[in-house]
């Protein structure tokens, strides 16, 4: 199963509304996760199931989706969510990453 | 729970790269888990390796299934990955990580392997 991400990289600003996008390429229900990754920093699970938090991420990040098509939102971004945002499904016997999303301070 | 990685930096092209997990303040049998390899070829995105179930069950990247084994030391509380017949191609960032069927939910801090003669 193959996953895109939209876009590849993002410009935005402190306090913006960003939404990330995640499309597979056949029907994975909701398992779906999604990962923020830091330069020289081990990816750290921020939604998992599609739309659950992980336990210590603020709530700024909301995700959503089923099926195919899936979304990361972060509502109002904060200078520490300057990062690469990397999807990931675990329906098939395969476990897959989208390419990730490269958000950058404009 | 922490997990560790550790092995070789530098692997010669057509050995074997092999790696340690070291899995600290938990155990390896803890129900439900699953522990993974991850890696992050430098400047890209991340590959799943495989995985080993608390059981020993595992489930390997189609793409790299006839190199990679991956087993578990309960005693040790540790898991490892060998990947044979490397090539630059395998130069990358290795992960390991407690999955438990809908995220990775704690990773090492990863260990740079060089495939270089």
């Known amino acids: 199963i193959q996953l895109t991400q939209s876009p590849s990289s993002l410009s935005a600003s402190v306090g913006d509304r960003v939404t990330i996008t995640c499309r597979a390429s056949q029907g994975i229900s909701n398992y779906l996760a999604w990962y923020q990754q830091k330069p020289g920093r081990a990816p750290k699970l921020l939604i998992y199931a599609a739309s659950t938090l992980q336990s210590g991420v603020p709530s700024r990040f909301s995700g959503s989706g089923s099926g195919t098509d899936f979304t990361l939102t972060i509502s109002s971004l904060q200078p520490e969510d300057f990062a690469t945002y990397y999807c990931q499904q675990l329906n098939s016997y395969s476990i897959t990453f989208g390419q990730g999303t490269r958000l950058e301070i404009k | 729970v922490q997990l560790q990685e550790s092995g070789p930096g530098l692997v010669e092209p057509a050995e074997t790269l092999s790696l340690t997990c070291t899995v600290s303040?938990?155990?390896?049998?803890?129900?439900?888990?699953?522990w993974s390899w991850i890696r992050q070829p430098p400047g890209k995105g991340l590959e799943w390796v495989g995985h080993i179930h608390y059981t020993g069950s595992t489930k390997y990247n189609p793409s790299l299934q006839s190199r990679v084994t991956i087993s578990l030391d309960t005693s040790k509380s540790q898991f490892s990955l060998m990947l044979s017949s490397v090539s630059a191609a395998d130069t990358a960032v290795y992960y390991c990580?407690?999955?438990?069927?809908?995220?990775?939910?704690?990773w090492g801090q990863g260990t740079k392997v060089a495939v270089s003669s």
């Open positions: 990580a407690r999955g438990y069927g809908i995220g990775f939910d704690i």
């Open positions: 303040g938990g155990s390896v049998n803890s129900g439900g888990f699953d």
